[in-house]
């Protein structure tokens, strides 16, 4: 793709113009000519698999990588790491994220969740708008403090930690559009960026610090943290602080970002909000949702797989070819910058069809995917391969838990029923506030 036709589009809507591109290639990979940087873009689910499972020692990370030099820069050398330091803390946080030790914290995170919606109430009698984005950090924040910390640091200090990712995640903006400026090269949003990740540190270190000298026996990360050995020695305090800023934000990050995109969706496709609210009636009741509700609730997750289809949080995965490769046909010289993106993949009508932007929870329908024979990577929001995110099991519990909490508890109503443009961010986020107006329900007999 020429400079003079891919530079303009990519500025003027970065995401849109990567479908764009993906379309018009039918899904090969195409070289994109930015002018000062010639990245390859990969839609291509067979490419994707090759890339981040069959060659992963070939595609890494890459230090050099604007985006992930921003992302070293925040967690430091640890699961986001690659090579010995990554399969260390992979050894180390793997055992803490397996589905069964977070099903068995789902009463935790149940009850956590609750207390934090109670807060609404007040909000919902009044008819008062609320910032969408800010109540769910709260909750997330409260579900996340009981289940990494232990009340070790407040909802309060959870809540600046994730307003200093907010801020970490836009700042980032600059060098992801301009990767070619070296990092000795004053940009904006660096003194922000620095900033947030001290403040961050700020928070962290001294419970972590206590955490090393008491670690207690709880069952919570930072506990399991400071327990951890390695060949008889406990984890060093940069390691320690790797993993834990690099969980703590895997594990708030997709559940706010994805969850603020609902709404408007489901302001915009009342079919989906009708059939979701009858789910929650009919297998929550009179309430409260419990354990043994969540796997009945098949409408609603279905609802959420579809909503990270188009709206993944990691939306962007760099990798930097360490060696000579073809893929997908197309010659890959060493130190090339490869682009994937989950959101241009799945998005692209020739792998989802000519309604591929609509907004359809009946493509996750059970036994859909086989009939229709797409690939196992046409959707893959949590990632491929060895660096398949950790956190994926915990988000598809607490965000099925929020979803159900807060349409069993009430009606809701936007004050702009638009859905938001993206802002280029290191996630996907929302270019503005989503507002909305709670409308409770009837739950007199439910707690």
């Not at 960026?193 to 540190?201: L, Y």
Request: net charge neutral; hydrophobic share 45%.
């Amino acid at each position: 793709m020429p400079v003079w036709r891919a530079l303009p589009a990519v500025v003027r809507d970065t995401h849109r113009a990567f479908v764009d591109l993906g379309a018009w290639s039918d899904g090969d990979v195409v070289r994109i000519d930015l002018g000062v940087s010639r990245p390859y873009l990969v839609t291509n689910p067979v490419d994707v698999q090759e890339v981040l499972q069959q060659k992963a020692a070939i595609y890494p990370r890459g230090d050099d990588t604007a985006m992930w030099r921003s992302v070293r820069k925040l967690v430091g050398d640890g699961i986001l790491a690659e090579g010995e330091t990554w399969a260390a803390s992979r050894r180390t946080l793997a055992p803490l994220f397996r589905p069964a030790r977070i099903n068995a914290m789902v009463d935790t995170m149940i009850d956590a969740v609750a207390t934090a919606v109670d807060e609404l109430d007040a909000s919902a009698a009044t008819g008062t708008p609320i910032d969408v984005g800010h109540e769910l950090s709260r909750i997330v924040c409260s579900a996340i403090t009981r289940m990494f910390f232990a009340g070790r640091i407040t909802v309060e200090q959870a809540l600046r930690i994730m307003a200093a990712q907010d801020t970490i995640v836009t700042a980032m903006a600059p060098r992801i559009l301009a990767p070619f400026v070296p990092w000795w090269v004053p940009m904006p949003g660096d003194r922000r960026f620095h900033g947030a990740v001290q403040a961050i540190d700020d928070i962290l270190l001294p419970v972590l610090r206590d955490a090393l000298r008491e670690p207690g026996d709880g069952d919570d990360l930072l506990s399991m943290l400071a327990r951890t050995r390695e060949d008889g020695q406990p984890l060093s305090e940069k390691q320690m602080r790797d993993d834990l800023v690099s969980m703590v934000a895997v594990a708030t990050e997709t559940s706010y970002v994805a969850l603020t995109w609902l709404w408007p969706v489901l302001a915009n496709h009342p079919d989906v909000a009708s059939k979701l609210y009858d789910e929650i009636e009919r297998v929550v009741g009179a309430g409260p949702v419990r354990a043994d509700h969540l796997p009945e609730l098949t409408y609603t997750k279905m609802v959420l797989e579809e909503l990270l289809r188009l709206y993944p949080a990691g939306w962007i995965v760099p990798r930097r070819a360490a060696a000579d490769d073809v893929l997908g046909g197309v010659r890959i010289d060493k130190g090339a910058t490869v682009i994937l993106s989950p959101y241009t993949t799945q998005r692209m009508a020739v792998w989802w069809g000519p309604t591929a932007d609509a907004f359809d929870p009946e493509r996750f329908a059970p036994g859909r995917a086989a009939a229709e024979g797409r690939h196992r990577y046409a959707h893959y929001p949590f990632g491929v391969g060895m660096h398949r995110c950790l956190g994926e099991h915990l988000f598809n519990v607490e965000a099925i838990i929020i979803v159900a909490t807060l349409l069993h508890r009430f009606r809701f109503s936007l004050t702009d029923s638009r859905i938001p443009n993206i802002r280029v961010a290191g996630s996907l986020r929302p270019a503005r506030r989503v507002e909305m107006v709670l409308k409770p329900l009837d739950r007199s007999a439910t707690r």
